[in-house]
């Protein structure tokens, strides 16, 4: 979701939850796909598998016998991806959302 984006929330008489399709939650008949991992019951996220399983395939640092979180180009800060940095002075933490870290007031 996009900084700033407004939740739908589900249309029916008594729905708090987020609306998914049709403008409603799954609760009240929205129908979602399903991680195609077996025995898994996530909802799809992208490529056809949930978050969970994506994240033991893709978002591993690609560098041999490193399990860091690739940040960009497919590997992690430490084998060179670039990554924005806050721009609060002396601040060293990567920048979230207005080009600030998560402690000087990115959302």
Request: aromatic share 0%; net charge positive.
């Amino acid at each position: 979701m996009k900084h700033g984006a407004k939740v739908k929330l589900c249309r029916a008489k008594d729905g708090t939850s987020r609306a998914l399709g049709g403008g409603v939650c799954k609760k009240h008949g929205a129908k979602v796909k399903l991680c195609s991992a077996e025995g898994c019951t996530n909802q799809v996220q992208n490529g056809g598998v949930c978050m969970k399983h994506r994240a033991k395939v893709k978002l591993s640092c690609s560098a041999e016998d490193c399990t860091s979180r690739a940040q960009g180009g497919g590997v992690c800060k430490k084998h060179g991806a670039k990554v924005k940095v806050c721009s609060a002075e002396g601040c060293t933490n990567q920048a979230r959302g207005g080009g600030v870290c998560m402690k000087h007031g990115a959302k």
